[in-house]
């Protein structure tokens, strides 16, 4: 495997047409997460690619999983839960210059992913681990688990490639922010 990632891919539900969402019946369904769209990229390009990640045991999990694998990205170390769902999110447009994005992912599957749900092996056998800001964010656990990657990447000597956003906003506390700062130097 060339490149890895871990990180939240939810369900995206865009109206057909503009105005606010309490109006609008007709929503077209697409996948959407900053490290499966970068995966993506890269897949198409001819790297090897694959996700770390856990979505819920349901449709939109199912359908998460089929755009992924039919991507060619290996999901051999995503997880389907059946205790928490895959997380959604609404797209609303009222005009050109005003969009609102509404999430529905507290609680979702992907941030409860734990670090005994890394495979260390499955790291030690890529060349770079990609990590965004966004899935520490969303959890202690997650953190612990995206920290506990790096870790791993660190220990088997492998590339690291942080976005910009991976250190700066997100949501990160300022303790999760130093402990960031503090094992990257």
């Excluded at 606010?20 to 007709?26: K, M, P």
């Excluded at 090897?48 to 694998?69: A, H, N, P």
């Amino acid at each position: 495997m060339d490149v890895i990632s871990i990180g939240e891919t939810m369900v995206l539900f865009t109206p057909q047409e503009d105005g606010l969402l309490r109006y609008n019946r007709n929503f077209s369904a697409k996948i959407a997460g900053a490290e499966t769209n970068t995966l993506i990229g890269l897949t198409r390009l001819g790297i090897k690619t694959g996700w770390i990640s856990k979505v819920g045991s349901d449709e939109f999990g199912r359908l998460i999983l089929s755009q992924i694998r039919g991507e060619g990205i290996d999901t051999s170390q995503v997880i389907s839960d059946n205790k928490h769902p895959t997380g959604i999110f609404f797209k609303e447009k009222t005009n050109e210059s005003n969009m609102k994005i509404m999430y529905y992912r507290k609680g979702s599957a992907a941030s409860t992913i734990t670090k005994h749900d890394i495979d260390s092996g499955y790291i030690s056998r890529s060349s770079y681990l990609y990590v965004t800001g966004i899935t520490p964010a969303l959890s202690e656990s997650s953190l612990e688990a995206v920290f506990y990657a790096m870790q791993l990447a660190k220990k088997h000597h492998k590339k690291l490639f942080l976005t910009q956003m991976s250190v700066r906003s997100f949501g990160l506390k300022k303790k999760q922010k130093l402990r960031c700062w503090r094992w990257l130097n």
